[in-house]
């Protein structure tokens, strides 16, 4: 009876998280039903989108933001970013470069 309790609240999670996605991505808003498949592609497809938005607006804005960060951290004493993002950075680059900001 413990692990028939555990599916069901375990599907009840996944039901509520797969809610939540609809609400916020997109081209789920507007449907009325949809399959868990079709929620994780919409899904998939949008996060790529917003990486390239974010991946957009680095190149653009980055390499001057970034060398303002990292003079900050020099004078607060924190370890240098080691920043070499430019618009001419690689997708892949850009992403790790964010990444590894973020785990600061």
Same mark, same amino acid.
């Given at each position: 009876?413990?692990?028939? *309790?555990?599916?069901? $609240?375990?599907?009840? #999670?996944?039901?509520?998280? @797969?809610?939540?996605?609809?609400?916020?991505?997109? !081209? @789920?808003?507007?449907?009325? =039903?949809?399959?868990?498949?079709?929620? @994780? /592609?919409?899904?998939?497809?949008?996060? *790529? +989108?917003?990486?390239?938005? @974010?991946? *957009?607006?680095?190149?653009?804005? !980055?390499?001057?933001?970034?060398?303002? $960060?990292?003079?900050? #951290?020099?004078?607060?004493?924190? /370890?240098? $970013? *080691?920043?070499?993002? /430019? =618009?001419?950075? #690689?997708? +892949?680059?850009?992403?790790?470069? $964010?990444?590894?900001?973020?785990?600061?």
């Amino acid at each position: 009876q413990r692990n028939k *309790g555990n599916k069901k $609240l375990m599907k009840m #999670s996944v039901e509520i998280e @797969l809610r939540k996605l609809e609400k916020i991505v997109p !081209g @789920l808003k507007s449907k009325e =039903e949809v399959e868990m498949d079709e929620v @994780l /592609s919409l899904t998939v497809a949008y996060i *790529g +989108e917003l990486q390239n938005h @974010l991946v *957009g607006r680095v190149r653009t804005h !980055g390499e001057k933001y970034f060398r303002k $960060l990292n003079s900050n #951290s020099n004078n607060s004493n924190n /370890s240098k $970013l *080691g920043c070499a993002i /430019s =618009e001419k950075s #690689s997708k +892949e680059e850009i992403i790790r470069f $964010l990444h590894k900001i973020s785990q600061k």
